[in-house]
């Protein structure tokens, strides 16, 4: 029988971080605008003063699924929020209860730390994303509209 389970991501783990990330971005379609390397995860997760923290699910002692998520802060709640950055789960685990495990253990962190909010983004093609995390109870913030700056952008608006 399977065991699921979840533990703090490690600095050991930066290569599987990078292999989860790129096979995330094959599936949305984006795998050419991954720029992360093993170094570059080490330094920006694993760092002393990073914000940044990841969960590693494991079935049977090998990784299965990703979790990698930061707290934000709402000024409306004056509380943190617990932000989902990216969840993924192998192709072979799914349906097995890694997500949910994943999604159940940032719940508790989220209310143990007195988060007011647990959050994440999806893309509006991701059906099967989207009936999951509907099913769990999560709700669409339809009325938000998400920007970005990147790249000359960026740098454009930083140097003005």
């Not at 599987?16 to 995860?41: C, D, G, P, R």
């Not at 990784?63 to 004056?78: D, H, I, K, M």
């Not at 998400?146 to 003005?160: I, P, V």
Request: aromatic letters at 10%.
């Amino acid at each position: 029988m399977s065991v699921l389970s979840i533990r703090n991501a490690t600095l050991d783990d930066a290569g599987v971080i990078l292999q989860f990330v790129k096979e995330l971005a094959a599936y949305e379609k984006a795998e050419h605008q991954v720029l992360a390397t093993e170094t570059s995860i080490r330094e920006s997760i694993f760092s002393q003063d990073s914000a940044t923290k990841a969960l590693i699910c494991e079935t049977n002692n090998k990784p299965v699924g990703l979790a990698v998520y930061f707290l934000n802060y709402s000024t409306w709640l004056a509380k943190h929020g617990l932000y989902l950055e990216d969840l993924y789960v192998t192709p072979a685990a799914r349906g097995t209860g890694a997500g949910k495990a994943l999604l159940k253990h940032l719940a508790q962190i989220a209310v143990r730390k007195n988060c007011g909010r647990f959050e994440w983004s999806v893309l509006d093609w991701n059906e099967p994303a989207i009936k999951f995390y509907e099913s769990l109870g999560a709700q669409p913030q339809n009325e938000w509209i998400g920007y970005r700056l990147t790249g000359q952008a960026l740098l454009d608006l930083a140097d003005s």
